[in-house]
């Protein structure tokens, strides 16, 4: 149903009320459905499809939902750990500085990705 025509129905009337719960439910499902597609499209960059082959297409979209849905529970994986998502940053922050410090006085120059 159109957004229009959502914000039309009459709450007070039992039948649009009914209509207008089940347009609900349908928008969250819609919801839980779609975000992957844009986890897998924003975090991952994967935009557009190669037709290369069929199965390797599909091997690579399935990795993309597997590493779309670990995305998605990061925050849940790393409470299991003991551990919050700015407590990770702080840490990789100085395992960064600890071997940036270790490159300059090995001699090494450059960046690293």
Partial sequence: MRPGKRKALDKDNQADAMIDQA?????GVRAKEEHPFRVI????????VRYCGLKKNTA??????????????????????GMSAPENRA???????KA??????????GTFP
């Fill in 23 to 27: 347009e609900k439910l349908k928008a």
């Fill in 41 to 48: 499209k924003r975090q991952f960059g994967f935009i557009k």
């Fill in 60 to 81: 690579q979209l399935f990795t993309l939902f597997v590493l779309s849905n670990l995305w998605i529970v990061r925050s849940k994986l790393m409470g299991a750990q």
């Fill in 91 to 97: 840490r990789a922050l100085q395992r960064a500085k």
């Fill in 100 to 109: 940036q410090e270790g490159s300059k006085n090995n001699g090494i120059s």
